[in-house]
């Protein structure tokens, strides 16, 4: 009986029931958001791993760049294909598959590189996110947990249930070492707002289960490329104050990206840099991108928010742009350039802190 596309952004499934699908098929695609971080690609490998152990071969994971330098080193022997824009499927994947799996984000814009790829086959796609809104008609089968600090912890429980172990502490260690690279990474190694109580006893089940938590470290925060260090250098030498000191913004521009001999994926994660700042309360990273359709410019916006009262929720700022993410940390790409970017963002982000602004 075919599934109707509801219009809501709610969970649809179980993960039961997806874990159940999933183990009937014997060709299963894995997908996640452009420009993959730690969760998508940690949650991802895992779930291939997953199923791969409970059919060998079964599952693929298919990825839209640019990757993190450490995707290799992680992914390992895990079958993942970086898709170059053009070609999908990716060579050698040509076999239907019997299901599709998206993780850790629900929405078109995210999934761009394979849009054309995913809207015949949505009866065979299901959803597992963590973010408060997406598009619904991605798929019938969602598992929304907005609760959950990372998509690895849903995608904990669904390797859990594909391979018929009793506790997330029982996974093998391939499979518990990229879930915990997904709960560390999206939570800034556990010193993040989002860190609650079961984010702790997922990590602490996944180190029970071999997850090596300091190599993994190594492996993801200590392994920039120079151009990344003199990209942050770039990045803070243009760091200004607005809105009475409570929002700072950052950017970058392609001519810094090319000076310091840096590569898009480079640039992840420096809206945490001002923080540090204790008037701050919202930070605004913005990057020039390269020139989208019929010439027009793109920036891409991340804003990071602290865990304070009189923070704005990004959320809620960054859909004004098209975008979106969490309360406290949320992204855009904007048809702008970076001037107009930052004008708008600047404004809508003094705007929501504003004793009548909405976010507060």
Known sequence: MPLNIAETWTTSVTLAEIASWLRGARRVVVLTHLKPDGDAVGSTVAVCRALNRHRAGAAAAWYCGPMPVWFASLAGDTPAFVLDGSTVPPPGQDAEPDAIVILDTGSWSQLEGVTTYLRPRRDRVAVIDHHVQGDADTSARRYIETSAAAVAEPAAELCRLILGVNSIAELPREVAEPLFVGIATDTGWFKHSNVTPPVLRHAADLLAAGANHSELYRLIEQQDRPARV????????????????????????RADMAEAGGEPGDAGGFADSAQCIGSVRVVAMFTESEVGPNSRPITKLSLRAKNTADAPDVNKVARQFGGGGHVRAAGARMNLSLAEAKRQVIDALAKAMSPTGSSM
């Not at 990209?231 to 700072?248: F, G, P, Y």
Request: aromatic share 0%.
């Open 230 to 253: 003199r990209l942050l250098a770039k990045s803070l030498s243009s760091l200004e104050l607005h809105a009475e000191n409570r929002v700072a913004t950052m950017s970058l521009t």
